[in-house]
């Protein structure tokens, strides 16, 4: 789960990590009267005369995009806000669709003297945290990675330590900050070690993380990822879930606890457990086909979840074939096949359907199939299913 970047801010002011003041302005009814308000209430209270206009968007890129404009007076922040709210920005991570903007995010402007990175992520191979440190801010830091990797610095902490003032230390010296810098480094640096843990996040990017002409360090751009399986005991965060920047096939299958990815391709898949829905994939592909989604149903799947999963599938309109591949251990094949034949029912399925079932009560299963009197072509092991239904879409 991703949030937007005045969330991002507000968390970690929680934690004691300086963010610029900001206020969020959201589309509707006199837009242009309350982005005035909200920018004369933080003149009045940071005394500032520059203000920020930033697109509120699960993307990156926006200001290229036209989705960041800086303002010196509060005409220009009315005629910001006004713009950007309802626009579609494109950039490289929206796709070439882009995203409408609902919310607009006018925040003080900040005194830049130095821009840096920092990132914070979990390494599986090392079994920590680690944490990504380059004076390069501002910029591609994938670009960076590749262009001048020299400039990627790694700082891992131990879980059972913890994140310690040598860590710190360790940190200024990557980013060339002074002695100077000491204490307030260390508050930033500590709070964002311990947001990351505390929320359960997978991924937390700062960049560019500032200096300000007056010596102060301050995020002035925030990115969150979360560790879905940690949503639970994250209601705070689970709040801050908007429903507007996701896909609504991913929204529609999160309802139902099945695992819904949208891809390119035009063949539905329909699979339980994650490793076989890759594999799924990759034995598409490997004939020569292209898979529409990953949609993996879970091991307990009843007639309700495989009736939404055809359903999410079908809402895809470039899917022009249908493969259910599951293996039978606690999911039973005999009731997988009576859920797939009254979802074909109930949706009047009109594709190509092509169905692989191993496992606990197979033979029954494929009886129940094939007396059903569908459209319906039984497969014979992974590699005969993917033959099949490449051939259906050719």
Known sequence: MNIHEYQAKQLLKKFGVAVPEGRIVEGGEKLAERAELAANDLARERKNSVWVVKAQIHAGG????????????????????????????????????GKVVHKVWIEEGSAIARELYLGVLIDRSMGGVVIMASTEGG?????????????????FVDAKLGFQPFHARKLMRAL??????TKEAMAFFGGLYKCFLEKDCSLVEINPLI??????L????????????????????MEMRDLQEENAQDVEASKYGLAYIALDGNIGCMVNGAGLAMATMDIIKLEGGEPANFLDV?????????????KIILKDPKVKAILVNIFGGIMKCDVIAEGVIAAAKELSLKVPLVVRLEGTNVEQGKKILASSGLKITPADGLADAAKKVVGAVK
Do not use: W
């Open 62 to 97: 926006r200001g290229k995009a036209g989705g960041v404009k800086v303002c010196k007076s509060v005409d220009e922040v009315k005629k910001a806000a006004t713009e950007i709210v309802g626009k579609t920005l494109v950039t490289p991570q929206t796709g070439p669709q």
């Open 298 to 310: 879970g091991g307990g799947a009843d007639q309700e979840k495989v009736t939404q999963a055809f």
């Open 218 to 237: 301050m995020a002035l751009d925030a990115k969150f990822g979360f560790d879905d399986n940690g949503l639970y005991r994250q209601k705070d965060v």
């Open 139 to 155: 910029m591609d830091i994938e670009e960076v990675a590749h262009s001048h990797p020299e400039k990627i610095h790694k700082i």
């Open 176 to 181: 060339k900050l002074e002695a100077s810098f």
């Open 211 to 216: 200096v300000t002409k007056d010596n102060r």
